[in-house]
């Protein structure tokens, strides 16, 4: 069974850093492109950036281009997301979500979602 | 980006009546493979989202044959045959078609 479990969400402060970590089981991690996507409270669903799964190539939003870098370890099964210079407007529930397809590093859906880690940017 | 816009953005609905949810998109999502990357996703309260239709029609495995997906071009429809307890919750489309993904605003199910 594929499952991803997100953790190290937690309240920041605006200007602070944080990194989120997504452990993986399930599948043949290294041969799929990985995800970031938020929610804020409320809200919709954003998509946040996207690795590759052992190109390294990396994508981001605008809105998160220069703060955040996505990596991932496929020796421990493991993306991640550091986060600086955090704004009240990146208070959100952040999932990660696999690539449907195997070996596409721009995939055109995901197939898996994990539970989120709630962020939460606020003096 | 492509902009995706879902409507009604609320629907009440009886139990056991069809349901049926639109999507639009700001341009084609045809994709030059020939393919329509469109998909809908459901959340059900307090769940992460879960991925019911892709390529506009296709289901995923597990998910009721009342759950139908159509369209093209730039206007798709999820449907609910007749609508059950368990669906209560958020709908999503996204597109996958143009880089990066982009979600509609969501259109809330709930029971009359």
């Known amino acids: 069974e594929v499952q991803l479990l997100e953790s190290g969400g937690g309240l920041v402060q605006p200007g602070g850093s944080l990194t989120l970590s997504c452990e993986a089981s399930?599948?043949?991690?290294?041969?799929?492109?990985m995800n970031w996507v938020r929610q804020a409270p409320g809200k919709g669903l954003e998509w946040v950036s996207t690795i590759a799964g052992s190109s390294g190539s990396t994508y981001y939003a605008d809105s998160v281009k220069g703060r955040f870098t996505i990596s991932r370890d496929n020796s421990k099964n493991t993306l991640y997301l550091q986060m600086s210079s955090l704004r009240a407007e990146d208070t959100a529930l952040y999932y990660c979500?696999?690539?449907?397809?195997?070996?596409?590093?721009?995939?055109?859906?995901?197939?898996?979602w994990g539970q989120g880690t709630l962020v939460s940017v606020s003096s | 980006d492509v902009v995706m816009t879902q409507s009604p953005l609320s629907l009440p609905v009886t139990l056991g009546q069809p349901a049926s949810i639109s999507c639009r998109s700001s341009q084609s999502l045809v994709n030059g493979d020939g393919k329509t990357y469109l998909n809908w996703f459901q959340q059900r309260p307090g769940q992460s989202p879960r991925r019911l239709i892709f390529?506009?029609?296709y289901r995923d495995s597990g998910v009721p044959d009342r759950f139908s997906g159509s369209g093209s071009g730039t206007d798709f429809t999820l449907e609910i045959s007749r609508v059950e307890a368990e669906d209560v919750g958020i709908y999503y489309c996204m597109q996958g078609t143009h880089w990066p993904w982009t979600f509609g605003q969501g259109t809330k199910v709930e029971i009359k």
């Open positions: 399930g599948f043949t991690f290294s041969s799929y492109a």
């Open positions: 979500a696999k690539a449907d397809v195997v070996g596409v590093i721009k995939s055109r859906s995901t197939d898996c």
């Open positions: 390529k506009v029609s």
